[in-house]
């Protein structure tokens, strides 16, 4: 199984420099690249780039050759990658196919070594080619197994290291309990058919004020001057702390739902839609249910876990789970009151529904193998 282990660097000032005249060499490459292909009459390959970078770049740029020449030389693979996605939209009739951009300085700098003899890690230690020392990292990495990828990226005025670990000793934990089913919210994230609620973590609420105070201080420097590039740093280092706070709250979300049930079933959420709402768009994006729902399939797939994604126009909201009654519910009715008597608060009946929904997805799966089964060998149980 390969899996990325992320993990931050502590270089010294010389070894800062050369991470950055790396980033700048690998950015320097793709926009030559870039706009020579995209002149007119020159088409893009692969191999048309590779020629244009060993006979006009790098005689053109001698510096390259204080890096390691992997770093250059796989840029192209970038925009390799940026055409092949361009015209695959194109071909598909996308409206807005994305013509490759221009990388910008400070923007996702970053430099891939995708052979595994230029860099090497040893216990808390980096080794990447042409860097005469070590680089120190902040912790060690997680997983044996044969190292093949390494690519070094800086955010916020700090480097990080992501390697990439063809392993065998990760443990996916299989769930126990049979099903679940999860309704997201704004005030609470996820609430279970279980009727556990997780609270709410909305990391970009609390630091609103300090963000707006550091934007506004921001705004009053000299453009150029050292002071504003020092602004710009502390308002880049909240925005990438908030985001950290906010990955670390969805990955133990995703995490314990996939390893703790065997069926998890969610809502297929409008997410640009529900953006598009003024008063709805900063809470929405803040509480991340598309990364959240992404985070659960990988994991899901890791473990073996069924992931059911509920109809999106499935009336989960409306429907009395206890006799499945309609009822009209707008948003700021919190609770159901049917005439059956049933009363619960509107989120735990959401979930009970989608928990109900996703059980009876899978047994009309299970009865359509059962019946198209020749070999009349008995279906999988479904668990109660």
Same mark, same amino acid.
């Given at each position: 199984?390969?899996?990325?282990?992320?993990?931050?660097?502590?270089?010294?000032?010389?070894?800062?420099?050369?991470?950055?005249?790396?980033?700048?060499?690998?950015?320097?490459?793709?926009?030559?690249?870039?706009?020579?292909?995209?002149?007119?009459?020159? %088409?893009?390959?692969?191999?048309? &780039?590779?020629?244009?970078?060993?006979?006009?770049?790098?005689?053109?740029?001698?510096?390259?050759?204080?890096?390691?020449?992997?770093?250059?030389?796989?840029?192209?693979?970038?925009?390799?990658?940026?055409?092949?996605?361009?015209?695959?939209?194109?071909?598909?009739?996308?409206?807005?196919?994305?013509?490759?951009?221009?990388?910008?300085?400070?923007?996702?700098?970053?430099?891939?070594?995708?052979?595994?003899?230029?860099? &090497?890690?040893?216990?808390?230690?980096?080794?990447?080619?042409?860097?005469?020392?070590?680089?120190?990292?902040?912790?060690?990495?997680?997983?044996?197994?044969?190292?093949?990828?390494?690519?070094?990226?800086?955010?916020?005025?700090?480097?990080?290291?992501?390697?990439?670990?063809?392993?065998?000793?990760?443990?996916?934990?299989?769930?126990?309990?049979?099903?679940?089913?999860?309704?997201?919210?704004? %005030?609470?994230?996820?609430?279970?058919?279980?009727?556990?609620?997780?609270?709410?973590?909305?990391?970009?609420?609390?630091?609103? %004020?300090?963000?707006?105070?550091?934007?506004?201080?921001?705004?009053?420097?000299?453009?150029?001057?050292?002071?504003?590039?020092?602004?710009?740093?502390?308002?880049?280092?909240?925005?990438?702390?908030?985001?950290?706070?906010?990955?670390?709250?969805?990955?133990?979300?995703?995490?314990?739902?996939?390893?703790?049930?065997?069926?998890?079933?969610?809502?297929?959420?409008?997410?640009?839609?529900?953006?598009?709402?003024?008063?709805?768009?900063? &809470?929405?994006?803040?509480?991340?249910?598309?990364?959240?729902?992404?985070?659960?399939?990988?994991?899901?797939?890791?473990?073996?876990?069924?992931?059911?994604?509920?109809?999106?126009?499935?009336?989960?909201?409306?429907?009395?789970?206890?006799?499945?009654?309609?009822?009209?519910?707008?948003?700021?009715?919190?609770?159901?009151?049917?005439?059956?008597?049933?009363?619960?608060?509107?989120?735990?009946? &959401?979930?009970?529904?989608?928990?109900?929904?996703?059980?009876?997805?899978?047994?009309?799966?299970?009865?359509?193998?059962?019946?198209?089964?020749?070999?009349?060998?008995?279906?999988?149980?479904?668990?109660?």
């Amino acid at each position: 199984m390969l899996i990325a282990h992320k993990i931050e660097l502590r270089p010294t000032p010389e070894q800062a420099d050369y991470l950055n005249q790396a980033c700048g060499a690998r950015r320097h490459c793709y926009n030559h690249l870039l706009e020579h292909f995209s002149r007119p009459g020159v %088409k893009w390959s692969k191999a048309a &780039a590779y020629q244009h970078y060993m006979t006009v770049l790098r005689v053109e740029f001698p510096w390259y050759a204080e890096v390691s020449s992997r770093v250059t030389r796989n840029a192209i693979d970038d925009p390799d990658a940026a055409f092949k996605g361009f015209f695959r939209r194109i071909k598909a009739g996308s409206k807005h196919p994305g013509y490759p951009q221009f990388k910008k300085k400070d923007v996702n700098d970053s430099f891939a070594l995708r052979e595994p003899s230029k860099f &090497a890690v040893d216990g808390r230690t980096l080794r990447i080619e042409r860097l005469k020392s070590r680089l120190a990292m902040r912790q060690p990495l997680r997983f044996t197994g044969q190292t093949k990828q390494a690519t070094i990226s800086k955010t916020a005025g700090r480097f990080y290291v992501s390697i990439l670990v063809d392993t065998e000793d990760y443990n996916p934990h299989a769930p126990d309990q049979p099903s679940v089913g999860v309704d997201f919210g704004i %005030k609470n994230p996820a609430t279970l058919s279980t009727g556990e609620v997780i609270p709410a973590n909305q990391k970009l609420k609390k630091n609103l %004020k300090r963000l707006q105070r550091r934007q506004r201080n921001l705004s009053r420097k000299v453009k150029g001057s050292r002071r504003r590039a020092k602004a710009k740093l502390r308002v880049a280092r909240l925005h990438q702390r908030i985001k950290n706070q906010r990955q670390a709250a969805l990955h133990e979300l995703s995490d314990t739902l996939t390893r703790t049930y065997q069926v998890i079933t969610i809502e297929d959420l409008n997410v640009t839609g529900m953006t598009k709402n003024r008063r709805l768009a900063r &809470a929405v994006s803040d509480a991340g249910f598309g990364e959240l729902r992404r985070q659960i399939e990988y994991k899901a797939q890791w473990r073996g876990v069924t992931v059911v994604i509920a109809d999106r126009w499935f009336p989960s909201s409306k429907t009395c789970h206890a006799c499945g009654q309609l009822h009209d519910m707008p948003l700021s009715q919190r609770t159901l009151v049917c005439d059956c008597g049933h009363v619960m608060d509107r989120d735990l009946n &959401a979930a009970k529904n989608l928990d109900q929904y996703g059980r009876d997805a899978l047994r009309r799966d299970l009865k359509r193998t059962h019946e198209s089964d020749k070999t009349g060998s008995p279906a999988p149980a479904l668990t109660a």
